[in-house]
T-cell receptor, first 115, second 113 residues
Framework: EAQVTQNPRYLITVTGKKLTVTCSQN?????MSWYRQDPGLGLRQIYY???????DKGDVPEGYKVSRKEKRNFPLILESPSPNQTSLYFCASSHRLAGGTDTQYFGPGTRLTVL | QKEVEQNSGPLSVPEGAIASLNCTYS??????FFWYRQYSGKSPELIMF????GDKEDGRFTAQLNKASQYVSLLIRDSQPSDSATYLC?????????????FGKGTKLSVIP
């Protein structure tokens, strides 16, 4: 079964305490990305990765880091979380099949609260 | 500034009617266009994508693209209560195989039984 998993699903933390949200996909997709979703602002891309060791900034990268050491994993790192990073985070993996069909799967989301 | 605009709704349609969802975008270089459905408390689900001007049909869904007018729409025929959700439009600013997406804020659709 095609799957994108995220952990943890819920996290409450305090300002400044480093945290990592993991993302893993089982579809061998080259492309992975992280989004945050906030009321009134919609989904915004944080970082994306086109393949192993290839990452780039999305629209709202400040305060976040990512790494892509393996094709299946794309962790999101908050070195020093702040309350404005309280949000719902989604990881996604994507692939364009031969013939031009796009496939894309989102993880279940991680609800992060920074106090 | 790459912007994607959607009417936030809510859009209410009776069961069996056609729901029409609209989206405009600012970046003329945009390559591909996506529609997602997101149920409350769930993750987005890709339902349609379109690359070329014109219509693309998949079951009860039709995506329409007009690059000259920078406009993409989604029609849902024979709307069902299970179609009640928020629909997100996304625009890809990069080439094939890459997904640098800018999303609209979504249109909430309610299908009334």
């Amino acid at each position: 079964e095609a799957q994108v998993t995220q952990n943890p699903r819920y996290l409450i933390t305090v300002t400044g305490k480093k945290l990592t949200v993991t993302c893993s996909q089982n579809m061998n997709h080259e492309y992975m990305s992280w989004y945050r979703q906030d009321p009134g602002l919609g989904l915004r891309q944080i970082y994306y990765s086109m393949n192993v060791e290839v990452t780039d900034k999305g629209d709202v990268p400040e305060g976040y880091k990512v790494s892509r050491k393996e094709k299946r994993n794309f962790p999101l790192i908050l070195e020093s979380p702040s309350p404005n990073q309280t949000s719902l985070y989604f990881c996604a993996s994507s692939h364009r099949l031969a013939g031009g069909t796009d496939t894309q799967y989102f993880g279940p989301g991680t609800r992060l609260t920074v106090l | 500034q790459k912007e994607v605009e959607q009417n936030s709704g809510p859009l209410s349609v009776p069961e069996g009617a056609i729901a029409s969802l609209n989206c405009t975008y600012s970046d003329r270089g945009s390559q591909s266009f996506f529609w997602y459905r997101q149920y409350s408390g769930k993750s987005p689900e890709l339902i349609m994508f379109i690359y070329s001007n014109g219509d693309k049909e998949d079951g009860r869904f039709t995506a329409q693209l007009n690059k000259a007018s920078q406009y993409v729409s989604l029609l849902i025929r024979d709307s069902q209560p299970s179609d009640s959700a928020t629909y997100l439009c996304a625009v890809n600013h990069s080439g094939a195989g890459s997904y640098q997406l800018t999303f609209g804020k979504g249109t909430k659709l309610s299908v009334i039984p």
